[in-house]
């Protein structure tokens, strides 16, 4: 797959390539999971460590301990395969 950068306008979705396209949809997917299972076990989702100052600040470190192994691969699988 080509892709020199993580590159996306969150206004404009369908400005990036096909591999930040996936990328961005598989976070969102993997935001909303960890954000379901923060909430279920009666954590604050804006309680962040790494990131501050948002809503979901813990949602996005919980998060980023999974993209490496989940996200990052499925998104360049589906741009690979011309899926996006």
């Known amino acids: 797959v080509n892709w020199s950068n993580r590159e996306y306008n969150p206004d404009d979705f369908t400005s990036s390539d096909p591999v930040n396209q996936a990328l961005s ?15 279920a076990v ?14 979901r600040s813990f949602v996005y470190d919980i998060a980023d301990l999974y993209k490496a192994e989940y996200t990052i691969p499925v998104a360049f699988d589906v741009a690979a395969s ?3």
Do not use: E, N
């Open 25 to 39: 949809a598989a976070h969102a997917c993997l935001y909303g999971v960890v954000h379901a299972v923060i909430v």
């Open 82 to 84: 011309g899926s996006t």
């Open 42 to 55: 009666g954590t604050s989702p804006g309680l962040g460590f790494v990131h501050t100052g948002h809503d």
